[in-house]
Each structure stands twice: as C-alpha cells, then as structure tokens.
C-alpha cells in the first residue's frame, strides 16, 4: 500500500554532508510519523531522528546537533540533512513511516564517510 524510496546516499569525507530523501507514495503521508533509521556494518539498525505528524521532531544523541529532519507534506517527502559527518556516521539509512498500528520501510540508501 505505501512505498517508501529514499535518495541522496553516497561517499562524503568527514566534516563533509548529505541530504537524505525519502519519497512515499499514497495518501497517508501528511497523517503519518516519520523515522530515519540506520544500520552501521556488523551493528543493529538504530533509530536515528523521528519527525511526527504533527511536526514533533526528537533525535537520538549521537545526531543530536549534527543532523536535521524535516518534512514536506505536499511533495510527501521526509529529508535528513546530515551536517559534520563522521566515519562512525557510515551505515544504510532506511526510512520508515508509522500510520497507527501500521508501519512500512524503505530499502534503504548507503552513507559511506570516509577519507
């Protein structure tokens, strides 16, 4: 019912950024929370930066000051804008969308920081 696609990944140096996308398809989006996830090589995926419906926005602490969430309803998109990368940053950036009980996840898009 709900496709997400996220965009933007690549190689970037430390220090350097990244703007992350995820486009969703459907009517739900305006009416949903939105996540970005992300899973480090050998490591758990964990959540990263959360933005709700209503415009609430928490991060986790190892983002908090460096990456910004944001979302634009009207093109049913959800940003992550990463800002002084670190190699400990690298991972597959996954977005997820929570509309009540139900949830769907993108494929995810590479973050690779590295010199």
């Known amino acids: 019912q709900v496709q997400l696609v996220e965009s933007g990944g690549g190689l970037v140096q430390p220090g350097g950024s990244l703007r992350l996308s995820c486009a969703a398809s459907?009517?739900?989006?305006?009416?949903?929370?939105m996540g970005w996830y992300r899973q480090a090589p050998g490591k758990q995926r964990e959540w990263a930066a959360q933005?709700?419906?209503?415009?609430?926005?928490n991060y986790a602490d190892s983002v908090k000051g460096r990456f910004t969430v944001s979302r634009d309803n009207a093109k049913n998109t959800v940003y992550l804008q990463m800002n002084s990368l670190k190699p400990e940053d690298t991972a597959v950036y996954y977005c997820?969308?929570?509309?009540?009980?139900?949830?769907?996840w993108g494929k995810g898009t590479l973050v690779t920081v590295s010199s």
């Open positions: 997820k969308l929570v509309y009540g009980i139900d949830y769907y």
């Open positions: 459907g009517s739900i989006f305006s009416i949903s929370d």
């Open positions: 933005i709700t419906s209503r415009g609430r926005i």
